[in-house]
């Protein structure tokens, strides 16, 4: 009802809309133990790489014995085995990967999704993912972005523009050129990312200079497009408003920091979490990844599971009480550093992260379509459990899907296609294709976009 009436509702009452709907979660995000999550990250910024561990001990312990006496799934998985009396042996607790979490995602939750915060994902491996989080949950994981965003000045009613998967607009936005919605309450303009392309992109870059935002945040794929038009069209970007960027969803290469770095006059700060509850690692400002052992565990893995430099990602993480993440594969990859940073925060370092390609769908109609645009296609979507996308045409995607065909309906099946649109307009043909299973590539990757032909482009 409420998503109807919005459909219909003048461009100002959208906006209030808009505004409430924030109120109302940043209620919850930012009350609470918020305050005292974010003082003692402060706190805590300069201890020592010992003492970071002996609060990631505890942290684990306090996880590992909550998932046991309220998760279902946890207490069977457990019955039969040894408790890891410490993080150096948490190596005979099982994987679980993102399959297993999401066939038994209701003997995982510790609680029901009328007393949570239920956040639906899709992620860049194309399966789909409802967890809930309790109320300390986010207001921890905002006190940790807030935390690492405020060493660049940012905190919640600064001016921002954003730069995400949400779906904001209708038909008469299009007409008349407005691609944003502003949240008045909190000074946050959000922009869709699902018209960014060279009929529009003039009135996006028009827009963010007279709205005149501190800070910038989302997929960098999207914000690149804007920065490219003002290049080829001459549009410089005036000096001093953009305090810094904070990119979301996808890697920041060499070239996309460079490119942005220099049009919008400003620096671009990369962070990895993800939706369904990542521990975190963020950029300092000295350039350097690093990973919060406050927040959660990260191991390092090879295909026999033995810790490496540079391999597949392994998280526990401790803002997921209610839908615990436990030794999960989270289908990402990540490169260890052994250097120290000077920046004065102890915490190990990442060299890179390596599982978040930056590829995208091209439409006519609406230009580019990134990975995280992609990966929300499965938002409100029951019963895919993979799906990948082939662009062999330029009018046409294929989708391949593997399905739970207990789960997936009609229903599901017309909720896919009608989010596709929402990305990629009217025109492109669409072909499902329901198959039993999806190869992997030679390096042993999935990649759940092939663009083949991004030469025409």
């Known amino acids: 009802?409420?998503?109807?009436?919005?459909?219909?509702?003048?461009?100002?009452?959208?906006?209030?809309?808009?505004?409430?709907?924030?109120?109302?979660?940043?209620?919850?995000?930012?009350?609470?133990?918020?305050?005292?999550?974010?003082?003692?990250?402060?706190?805590?910024?300069?201890?020592?790489?010992?003492?970071?561990?002996?609060?990631?001990?505890?942290?684990?312990?306090?996880?590992?014995?909550?998932?046991?006496?309220?998760?279902?799934?946890?207490?069977?998985?457990?019955?039969?085995?040894?408790?890891?009396?410490?993080?150096?042996?948490?190596?005979?607790?099982?994987?679980?990967?993102?399959?297993?979490?999401?066939?038994?995602?209701?003997?995982?939750?510790?609680?029901?999704?009328?007393?949570?915060?239920?956040?639906?994902?899709?992620?860049?491996?194309?399966?789909?993912?409802?967890?809930?989080?309790?109320?300390?949950?986010?207001?921890?994981?905002?006190?940790?972005?807030?935390?690492?965003?405020?060493?660049?000045?940012?905190?919640?009613?600064?001016?921002?523009?954003?730069?995400s998967g949400k779906s904001l607009l209708n038909k008469k936005d299009i007409k008349k050129n407005r691609f944003w919605k502003t949240d008045y309450l909190y000074k946050v303009r959000y922009y869709s990312t699902f018209h960014i392309n060279e009929k529009y992109l003039g009135y996006y870059l028009k827009n963010i200079i007279k709205f005149q935002p501190e800070y910038m945040v989302g997929f960098p794929s999207s914000i690149i497009e804007i920065a490219q038009y003002g290049i080829r069209h001459q549009i410089d970007f005036p000096k001093g408003i953009i305090k810094a960027i904070f990119s979301t969803a996808e890697t920041v290469t060499d070239e996309i920091r460079t490119l942005l770095s220099t049009y919008f006059h400003t620096k671009v700060l990369d962070q990895y979490a993800s939706s369904e509850g990542a521990p975190f690692i963020y950029e300092c400002p000295k350039g350097n990844l690093h990973i919060e052992l406050q927040s959660g565990v990260f191991e390092v893995l090879n295909e026999q599971n033995q810790p490496v430099d540079e391999g597949r990602l392994v998280v526990t993480s401790f803002t997921t009480y209610g839908t615990p993440l436990i030794r999960y594969d989270i289908g990402d990859r990540l490169k260890l550093s052994t250097e120290k940073c000077a920046c004065g925060n102890n915490n190990p370092l990442a060299e890179s992260i390596l599982g978040r390609i930056d590829d995208y769908i091209y439409s006519t109609e609406t230009g580019k379509i990134n990975l995280g645009n992609i990966s929300n296609t499965l938002k409100g979507v029951k019963g895919i459990v993979k799906f990948q996308v082939v662009q062999d045409n330029i009018d046409e995607i294929i989708i391949k899907m593997v399905v739970d065909k207990d789960v997936f309906n009609k229903s599901d099946r017309s909720k896919f296609i009608s989010n596709w649109r929402d990305r990629l307009g009217n025109k492109m043909s669409i072909k499902l294709q329901e198959v039993n299973e999806i190869p992997v590539e030679k390096s042993g990757k999935f990649r759940m976009i092939k663009n083949n032909i991004k030469h025409l482009i």
């Open 1 to 163: 009802m409420k998503e109807k009436f919005y459909k219909i509702a003048p461009h100002f009452i959208q906006n209030w809309m808009v505004s409430i709907f924030n109120y109302l979660a940043y209620k919850k995000r930012y009350g609470g133990k918020y305050n005292a999550y974010l003082k003692e990250l402060k706190d805590n910024q300069r201890l020592p790489l010992k003492k970071l561990k002996q609060i990631q001990e505890k942290e684990f312990q306090k996880l590992l014995q909550h998932a046991i006496l309220n998760s279902k799934f946890y207490k069977d998985k457990y019955s039969n085995l040894k408790l890891p009396e410490s993080i150096d042996d948490i190596n005979i607790s099982p994987i679980i990967n993102k399959e297993e979490l999401r066939k038994n995602i209701n003997e995982v939750y510790t609680l029901s999704k009328n007393n949570g915060i239920v956040s639906k994902t899709g992620g860049t491996t194309g399966k789909s993912l409802e967890v809930i989080f309790t109320d300390e949950d986010m207001q921890k994981r905002f006190a940790t972005l807030d935390y690492f965003r405020s060493w660049y000045g940012y905190q919640l009613g600064k001016k921002t523009a954003w730069f």
